[in-house]
């Protein structure tokens, strides 16, 4: 048996089985009963032996000891935990679901919603972003057949997906919608245009507003805008969440503009990858908690989610000042082939960023930048390598060679910058306000998604929490850590039924070995899957059985307040 599991004794089974909220023994036959396990219901609670009953797509039952209910089928779940599905608030997997819907390198860590709209989401969008998109796929391509998110959610439940999805509508695609991609303020009607479109989004289901205010365009978006549209969102009972406008040098301050618009908005905000980011930046954390703290005792529901490794991923974008990226990629490539424009580049990314976050910096050059996926067939041989490499092979600078890499692959080229501290990571992990996203794809080892490589979380951040930081490392309980994987971002984003094991909430349940589930994903190898999650539903569907996905695609689009599908109507006022 699983260490840790503790057996409940001396106290009769039918006192204990009303104190959960089910009945004594009944003739009823359900449909399944997992038995036996240690139940961590998500609440943060303590731990104990007992067993879940479902039916249909709900549980019907949770009990502590032995139910005498009959089940057609039983899984004994001894020498295991068994928890409420795993909540990824910052997913990537609205294009990598496309392709494979089965969310391999997520589900069979035991997630059961992946939840997306980091700055932009999929929809609304008009016939040039469509375009736009399309263009700037990569290794995963596919048409796009939907314009809004309300439909693309429907195109994906459709198509059939294993895991939930759930998203927010993107402060940027609002922006790109409305006013393209150049650095230009909305005027009135511009700005009643994209409130609109957010009041839109909310009715399809949306959970509130995403913000990413360190990459053009998002980044031209001033406070006052923001605030606007995430206004719209508090209306309908929707949240914030923002990758901030810094995450080193102007951390606080970042920290504070997101507090603000909270406060002036009505609506409750998270903090996207809670980090320090930069050496030179490690010590704010302890403003940076405090910070939140405070707000947080004002009566301000502020929290924030955070991937439990010390190297973020993201583009050359990022080592690159916003100002020549103004309208679009196809533009920033252009003006990089400019001598004039490239000087000016090179000596801005060798400074700490003026007035924009220098990602580059942040990973102390071109030694602390990996890079992982290419377009261009003919770059891929250099997948694996730093950029410091790279620009050793090529003979130029790294700063010249990553504008020739953008030029050369038509994309903004994927890449790791290695930047943060593992002991701030570890303190993170235990912050009671804090709940996990891998910043990632759920690919599958396999096919198309091995053309390029990807940061390991991907593969392992839900595994790393319960393996690495609760078992190995003891930075939290592992009560506290489900909590803060299930129920306490299900309640964040308000969704219904949704995070707990408890009578009448849906049957999202993993099965997992607290002794040995272990990520083993590594910047080297990191399409490895991760291990030690047994069995997982969905919906009250099979979809992890010993370790293996059974293909089963029972996935919901998992809708907001506002949605005006909801009987009577949404929460929106007005």
């Not at 953008?406 to 235990?430: H, I, K, L, P, W």
Request: hydrophobic content about 40%; overall charge negative.
């Amino acid at each position: 048996m699983a260490a840790g599991i503790k057996q409940i004794a001396g106290i009769a089974f039918v006192a204990l089985a009303l104190a959960v909220g089910c009945t004594p023994a009944t003739d009823e036959q359900h449909d399944l009963i997992i038995r036996g396990g240690l139940i961590v219901d998500g609440s943060g609670a303590e731990g104990f032996i007992g067993d879940v009953v479902v039916d249909g797509d709900k549980i019907t039952a949770v009990t502590q000891g032995t139910s005498p209910a009959k089940a057609a089928r039983e899984i004994d779940a001894s020498g295991h935990v068994v928890s409420p599905g795993f909540i990824n608030m910052l997913s990537w997997a609205p294009h990598t679901l496309i392709v494979d819907g089965r969310g391999m390198s997520d589900v069979l860590q035991g997630v059961t919603l992946e939840v997306m709209g980091e700055g932009s989401s999929m929809g609304p969008l008009n016939d040039a972003m469509k375009k736009t998109k399309i263009d700037q796929q990569g290794d995963l391509r596919f048409p796009i057949e939907w314009t809004s998110l309300g439909e693309y959610f429907d195109y994906m439940e459709q198509k059939g997906i294993s895991p939930n999805i759930a998203s927010f509508v993107g402060a940027e695609t609002v922006r790109v919608h409305t006013l393209g991609e150049d650095d230009v303020a909305p005027s009135e009607a511009e700005l009643a245009t994209m409130r609109g479109l957010v009041r839109q989004a909310m009715e399809e289901g949306a959970l509130g507003v995403g913000s990413s205010l360190i990459y053009a365009p998002g980044t031209f978006a001033s406070t006052e805008e923001l605030t606007a549209l995430v206004r719209e969102a508090a209306k309908c009972d929707g949240m914030y969440i923002s990758h901030m406008r810094s995450e080193g040098g102007g951390l606080l301050e970042a920290i504070d503009e997101l507090i603000t618009i909270s406060r002036n908005s009505g609506a409750p905000a998270e903090i996207y990858h809670f980090k320090q980011a930069g050496q030179a930046h490690w010590d704010k954390i302890d403003d940076a908690i405090a910070r939140v703290e405070a707000a947080r005792a004002e009566g301000l529901r502020i929290t924030a989610d955070m991937y439990t490794y010390t190297a973020g991923a993201t583009g050359l974008d990022a080592a690159m000042p916003t100002w020549v990226q103004a309208g679009g990629f196809e533009k920033w490539r252009e003006r990089l082939q400019d001598p004039e424009i490239r000087a000016r580049v090179a000596s801005e990314m060798k400074a700490p960023g003026e007035g924009w976050e220098n990602l580059y910096d942040a990973a102390g050059g071109a030694e602390g930048a990996l890079l992982m996926g290419f377009k261009n067939p003919d770059l891929k041989k250099y997948t694996g390598m730093t950029l410091a490499e790279v620009a050793a092979k090529r003979g130029t600078s790294p700063e010249e060679t990553a504008m020739d890499l953008v030029v050369e692959d038509g994309t903004r080229v994927s890449v790791a910058y290695f930047m943060m501290s593992e002991e701030n990571v570890e303190r993170a992990v235990a912050l009671p306000w804090m709940s996990f996203g891998s910043d990632a794809g759920a690919p599958a080892a396999e096919g198309v998604f091995l053309k390029s490589n990807t940061h390991p979380r991907a593969y392992g951040n839900f595994a790393r929490v319960l393996g690495h930081y609760v078992r190995e490392v003891g930075a939290t309980t592992l009560e506290s850590a489900v909590h803060r994987m299930t129920a306490f971002p299900a309640n964040n984003l308000g969704l219904k039924a949704r995070g707990m094991l408890a009578p009448g909430y849906y049957g999202d349940i993993v099965i997992f070995n607290a002794d040995t589930i272990t990520d083993h994903a590594t910047f080297e190898n990191s399409q490895q899957y991760a291990t030690g999650v047994r069995d997982v539903f969905i919906n009250g569907v099979q979809v992890v059985e010993g370790g293996s996905h059974t293909g089963a695609t029972p996935g919901r689009a998992l809708r907001g307040a506002g949605w005006a599908g909801w009987p009577g109507g949404g929460a929106c006022e007005g």
